[in-house]
Structure formats: C-alpha cells, structure tokens
C-alpha cells in the first residue's frame, strides 16, 4: 500500500545499485540540495524516498553487459516503488539511460530523463562542443549524442586511452579503492580536455563520486547533481503554481507551508 503524500513533497523513488557506492552518493546530494536550494531543516522538511537497489543490474566498470538482466530489474523495482506510493523516479546511473524508452512510465507522474536533463544544462553553458567521460556501453550507444545535437552542441568523446582510465576509475570507485593519486590523474585529464573543450560531463555516476573531493570549475557538469536538482524540483509539488525552471530561485518548504495554510 502506498504511503500519502506529504503537502510538500511528492514522494520519491530511486533505482539503485548501478552501483551502490554512487547510489549512497546520489542520496546524499539530494539531502544537501534540499538544505541548500529549499532550505530544509528540520526532518519533515526532507522529501520521503524509497531506495530499491538492484542486486545483479547487468553491469560493470564497462557499462551495460547484459540488457536483458539490466531492464528485468529496472522494471522490477520499479514495480516495487510503484507499491511503495513512489511518484517521482530517479536512476542514478548514465549507462542506463540508453535504455530509457524502455523503462515503463506508469503508475509514475514523471521517471527523470538524465539525457535530456544533462543536454539542458549543457545548454544553458551555451556549450558548442561536450567532452563526454563516461562508460564504454554509453559511449557505443552514443544515447547522449541526439539530445546534444538538437540543441546545437558537438559531442565528443575522448581517445582509447583516456577511456582505458575511466574503465579503471570506475573500477575503483565501485570497489572504494581509489585514492589521492587516482583523483589526482582524474583532474589532469579534466584540465586537459578543458583546454581542448568548452564544458565536460562527467556521464557517470562513479566519476561523479571521484569528482567530490575536487575543485572543478563551473563547466564541469556533474551528472548526479543535474539528476538531483531535476528530481527535486519535480517533487517538490507544495508551490504547483510558482513556475521553477533548472535555474529559478527555489522558495523554501516553510514558505510553501504558509502559503497553503494561508487564508
């Protein structure tokens, strides 16, 4: 039986386990935005959310290696979040996303697009051309490439080599063996695709987790933060008829409490 919905947030649901130490991560940053954009304090400021983790999501430091594995489980757990009272979900892994027309919609009010989310971002950077770091069954699948080029921006992808060491950072990261050295040569190539490239998009979630200890500047774009600032802002339903766009400034969960209680 689902839970009711609060009168501020819609209630949340995220596909976990692609792989577990970016899903810890991906939770996490939705708390720290909710203090920082909504301002949330207290416990009932916090929007309510159902984590469901997949035990065998298909997957490895590769990517995708087993469609059909990874799209019994999505749907699986969504099914459960589904029963859960979820309304808005959330799947904190890239690779996935290449299979997001497959991903059944109902009984959800909205499962967030990463691709179309991240392209957005890229565009409001007024980026012409994207370095995109990522793993290797997104980069076969090229799922970025039409939400980029639709809004005018030139995917690219970095050489074999450079892709040798994402394989071996996301390895890492999945495992928690990564160290100074390892975010160290994580920022070297960073700078170095900056100098070549007006923006990089860190499309994927154990990048983003490598990425947390750094200081990268603006046109970096940390693909878990642009899926946690799309799923809050959808969820956060208490203030309907305020329009919030990527960019808007977010009114506070007290604010919105008051304008409901108001006479």
């Known amino acids: 039986m689902g839970t009711k919905t ?3 947030w819609q ?3 995220i596909i976990g386990g692609l792989g577990p130490r970016a899903t810890a991560f991906f939770h996490r940053m939705l708390v720290d935005i909710c203090s ?4 949330a304090v207290q416990d009932s400021d ?3 959310m159902f984590v469901v983790s997949l035990v065998d999501g298909g997957l490895d430091q590769t990517g995708v290696v087993d469609e059909a594995t990874l799209l019994t489980g999505v749907r699986n757990a969504m099914t459960t979040l589904g029963d859960l009272g979820a309304r808005i979900v959330a799947i904190p892994c890239n690779s996935a996303h290449a299979y997001f027309d497959q991903f059944p919609t109902s009984p959800f009010s909205r499962i967030v697009n990463l691709l179309e989310e991240a392209a957005d971002t890229s565009a409001a950077l ?3 051309n994207l370095a995109i770091l990522c793993a290797r069954s997104l980069r076969s699948a090229r799922a970025y490439d039409p939400y980029l080029l639709t809004r005018g921006i030139q995917p690219l992808y970095p050489e074999s080599s ?5 394989d071996r950072w996301i390895l890492e990261v999945m495992g928690g063996t990564h160290t ?7 920022q070297e190539v960073i700078g170095q695709l900056l100098n070549q490239h007006d923006a990089v998009l860190l499309a994927c979630s154990e990048l983003c987790v490598l990425s947390e200890s750094l200081a990268v500047p603006p046109n970096v774009i940390n693909s878990c933060r642009v899926l946690g600032e799309a799923t809050l802002r959808l969820a956060f339903s208490a203030c309907a008829t305020h329009h919030v766009g990527p960019n ?4 506070s969960v007290a604010q919105c409490r008051q304008k409901k209680t108001s006479p």
């Open 162 to 166: 450079i892709q040798i060491l994402i």
């Open 46 to 48: 916090y929007p309510p």
């Open 180 to 186: 100074e050295q390892t975010a160290g040569d994580f």
């Open 248 to 251: 808007s400034v977010q009114p």
């Open 36 to 39: 920082e954009r909504y301002h």
């Open 126 to 128: 007024q980026a012409r």
């Open 6 to 8: 609060t009168s501020t």
């Open 11 to 13: 209630e949340i649901g």
